[in-house]
């Protein structure tokens, strides 16, 4: 529900195909914003709140997302293996995820998804270690970076927003299109000339 009473609740689905070891280089999707913003009339959008949701619709009666990012037995590793998710928001495309992070310039929000799948170890007395059938352990983290409430004035933007999107050995979605839902919670503003000068400056520095 909205929070104030000119704000607006916008929303979008994007689409993004992993490859078959469940990896996603850094692509974007571009949440249209154009009929709220305009440089040449000084309209912007104040972002209050980013929710991003995961999906798979082909995944049984609920079309959640398998959190679980290997499903199989590490059988020939004794070492832990890892599968992450990353997404952002973001005003600047920054051409790899891995240099995104609060700290960046532009961007609003990052979330990410990690499991951890450990080998299942066992040692014998005086020999080497021996590598079960079956896992040792399983974790999953799941972490927002930067509160879902931005600010109670918001973080204005006068461009669309972009949504980045990567993986890493996501293997239980391997090949599988996914779709990531986006809510915004924002309220129209009228920029003035020294913030649309700075996002401009900002601009010409990407």
Known sequence: MAKGNTDLILRDRLQFTLDASGNQTTVYGRFDLSEFVSTLDRKGLSIKEIQFM???DQAGNTGNFLEVGRVLANASNTLAQFSNF???ATTR???????V????????CVETWQAIQGPN??????GAPVVGSGSSFLEI??????TPDLHPDGFPVV???LIGVAADSWESSFGKTLELDVMLIASPVTINQKQLTEMLVQGQDQ
């Open 93 to 99: 495309a920054y051409e790899n995820a891995a240099d």
């Open 101 to 108: 992070g609060i700290a960046s310039p532009d961007v609003l």
């Open 54 to 56: 995961l999906r798979d």
């Open 141 to 146: 983290l799941h972490n927002k970076y930067g």
């Open 86 to 88: 990353k997404l952002y």
């Open 121 to 126: 170890i066992t040692t014998e007395i005086g």
């Open 159 to 161: 461009t669309d927003l």
